[in-house]
């Protein structure tokens, strides 16, 4: 089997986690529970599974019908590829990169373009405005969209057509800075869906397939990755490998390029994500609690800046004390949340204005600020200053809902990211049941992308 095959099915080659079926009652119950205790919507209305049915009769009619229509960019010659964990169930994002010849880096960044079937007035879309977004639990994932629409339709799956919304830019090679700004729709072909470990695999290959892109894009991606760093940028998780830095990267340029374009081209409303800024008092309760820790030093020079105090100490503490330095600093953050206005900024990105628009499947402000971007004006019937208030609040029920969920796996013996990577499967006979009890590899709080 070649590495491009290897995604499909469970994780490292091994099988589905097994449990027998009192304990597979145990975990049903546990979600019905949590999805009560949190208004989480576990299945779709009627009418909203027939109208994503009626949408979808002909995707490919609907590609050509928009490239004819002369509104498109055909995109489809580009080489491009989509990088996600090797769960990923949906691919909003793929990307394009080139050289060009004075230097500068050509970055394509391609959304899938969820509005062209889900928009104001639709039942899709009020199902959406009341999810808020998609809450994914170890081996079960409630979408904000109707499957069709999430997993295959408007998914930038590989060797298909897709109908996508496209960041262009053009980026100087030195500063870094935005050369040219483009936002289109388009149409898309995915060459390839690769993995994190995939993606690392072709950027030692010289010979692979898409090595040449990946080892430019990771170019790019580590010079931005360095620049946000030394600007201020808190960076929790300094060990992060290179597929996932051309991913984290690629999206807040992206991100911050139509922020750029909602804000200061368009003067436009839109979700944009504010994140406040702790209080000096807690900051230094933070900082005083790390360089309290055996073996861990924060360096002299960095005091200044509590986020580059915070980086410069991560990257110098011994292994076994990231994962208490980490949740310092997770303690005295104060939540980021969606706000109309985005002025105050983004704190732990140290970005003075920010907002969300690379994950139209999975997030409810995606898809406005996708919408806003199209139409030059917010969705009607809708106050956008209640929709960030109710986007922020929907965020905060799933993720405590997958934290409870997490902690009750734990409980009864099993270990989550095991279950995360290779899925349940239900067996008769309770001897034949396997109750993994696996050590999980340290998981960091992410920046907000």
């Known amino acids: 089997m070649t590495d491009d095959q290897a995604y499909a099915g469970t994780a490292e080659g091994q099988g589905p986690v097994q449990i027998d079926e009192e304990l597979a009652r145990h975990l049903d119950n546990k979600r019905t529970e949590l999805f009560e205790e949190f208004e989480i919507r576990d299945t779709f209305p009627d009418d909203v599974l027939i109208e994503a049915k009626n949408a979808t009769q002909d995707p490919e009619a609907d590609i050509e019908e928009e490239l004819e229509s002369g509104d498109r960019v055909d995109c489809r010659d580009l080489t491009t590829c989509t990088i996600d964990p090797v769960d990923a169930q949906d691919f909003d994002d793929a990307i394009s990169i080139e050289r060009l010849d004075d ?52 998914s930038l799956v590989p060797n298909e057509d897709r109908l996508a919304h496209t960041v262009e830019m053009k980026i100087d090679p030195e500063t870094l800075s935005y050369e040219e700004i483009d936002i289109y729709k388009s149409v898309i072909h995915s060459d390839e869906r690769l993995t994190y470990k995939q993606a690392e695999k072709r950027l030692d290959d010289e010979t692979a397939e898409l090595h040449d892109e990946l080892t430019l894009v990771h170019e790019l991606a580590d010079k931005l990755h360095e620049q946000r760093k030394e600007d201020g940028s808190l960076v929790l998780n300094p060990a992060r490998d290179r597929a996932h830095t051309i991913i984290e990267e690629c999206m807040l340029k992206a991100n911050k390029a139509v922020t750029h374009e909602l ?152 270990d989550p990211h095991a279950v995360n990577a290779r899925g349940l499967e239900v067996v008769e006979d309770e001897e034949d049941a396997e109750l993994t009890e696996e050590e999980a590899d340290t998981e960091s709080a992410e920046l907000d992308l």
């Open 263 to 414: 804000q200061w081209v368009r003067g436009l409303e839109a979700m944009f994500r504010v994140h406040p800024q702790p209080t000096p008092q807690e900051w230094d309760k933070a900082l005083r609690e790390i360089q309290e820790l055996d073996g861990v030093s924060i360096p002299g020079d960095a005091w200044d800046d509590p986020r580059k105090a915070v980086n410069a100490t991560l990257e110098q503490a011994p292994g076994r004390q990231l994962n208490k330095i980490q949740w310092a600093v997770m303690k005295v953050m104060p939540r980021a949340k969606y706000m109309s206005d985005p002025f105050g900024g983004h704190h732990a990105l140290n970005f003075e204005i920010y907002g969300h628009f690379t994950s139209p499947i999975r997030r409810l402000s995606d898809l406005v600020n996708h919408w806003i971007i199209y139409q030059n004006e917010g969705p009607e019937d809708h106050d956008l200053a209640e929709l960030c208030d109710h986007a922020s609040a929907r965020q905060k029920a799933g993720e405590t809902c997958e934290r409870l969920y997490k902690q009750f796996l734990q409980e009864v013996g099993l």
């Open 103 to 154: 230097g500068r880096y050509h970055l394509w960044v391609h959304i899938a373009d969820v509005t062209h079937y889900v928009h104001p007035g639709s039942e899709m879309w009020e199902e959406a405005v009341k999810r808020g977004n998609t809450v994914y639990l170890p081996a079960y994932t409630i979408h904000m969209l109707p499957p069709v629409l999430a997993e295959t339709v408007c």
